[in-house]
């Protein structure tokens, strides 16, 4: 038995809504997965995600194997463990970071720089594993290659072709049958190429298929098409993971062409400088119109900021300087992120997801 398997519990068009089974427990998807890069979203605990209703959240192997090392946090008792966080883990490869850093890239593996000292390292799909495993997350990713956008093509169908041999790597050094391996599809916006890679990753084998290198830059109109030829040659019976990607209305498209997971660090970050997801759009809270608003940031929502705190308020926070302001817009926009999810597994289950896109990109299209 594969330690990640899907299980469908109803479409609405492309949209699908189920349960994913790990080894060491379920998830329901559609699902959103905050990131906390470094072991910690910044300014939450793991008693906020719980609180929050998250069920996996991220940790970055590149960030966690520089600081403070796999093998530490394999002695504390792996990621979950360490960060004190009950639910589900996943970690990605590390890739997208690495090759930010404009790294040496051969056949073999990528050597890049810290930038915590500057010091040089080297990256290869086993080593990825090898790290992964000793983190200890309940799914962790392989190693690819992610070429910015636009790219020329000569460099697409590289990162293709390496991403492909490293993938069958991978997949080869992979020891513990308690966590599962994600392979990642490549390809730019070409629809040919990630078609390719999308059935060259499933020749491999995974127990669950990551969609890379998308939302770096191209526009929704480029990602979406692109989007759709990869999921059409990835299996049903696997989650499908966009990498990245957390604006609602991504969100909501993407989800009306059956991706079940997403990660994206764009909530906490836009909160942490004052811009709040709402119902109405994103709201800008350092603005002086609120200095006398008494309302809650979105009326709409159930988070327990929104239960307790002004407009008004959290402005005044932002102004003084205030560490809190950035925690309590961080709660919110992850609240709300996880409220979409649940209103739109709610809608698929319904068969009024059609509708609720509409309202959505209403919104934010």
Known sequence: MHPVRFETLAHDGGARTGIGH??????????????GTRGA??????????RLGAEIVLGNTYHL?????AETVAALGGLGEFAG????????SGGFQVFSLDPKVDDDGVTFKSTYDGSKHRFTPELAIHTQELLGADIQMVLDVCPPLPSPPEVVRLAVERTSM???????AHQRPDQALFGICQGGVDEAMRAESAKR????GFDGYGIGGLSVGETREEMLPALAAAIQHLPTDRPRYLMGVGDPASLVEAVA???????CVMQTRIGRHGTALTSAGKLHLKNAVHTLSDEPIDATCGCEVCARHSRGYIRHLF?????????LMSVHNIAWTLQLMARMRAAIAEGTFLQMRREVLAVWG
């Open 319 to 327: 102004q003084v300087g205030e560490p809190t302001a950035a925690r």
């Open 41 to 50: 979203i910044k300014y939450l605990s793991a008693a906020d995600y719980e």
């Open 257 to 263: 062409l059956g991706v079940d997971q997403f990660d």
């Open 65 to 69: 194997m520089l600081r403070p090392g």
């Open 85 to 92: 966080w009950g639910g589900l883990t996943l970690t990605d």
């Open 22 to 35: 790990t080894a060491r427990g379920t998830y329901r998807t559609p699902c959103f997965m905050p990131v």
């Open 201 to 204: 990753t499933v020749d491999v």
């Open 166 to 172: 490293w993938a069958a790597r991978a997949k080869a």
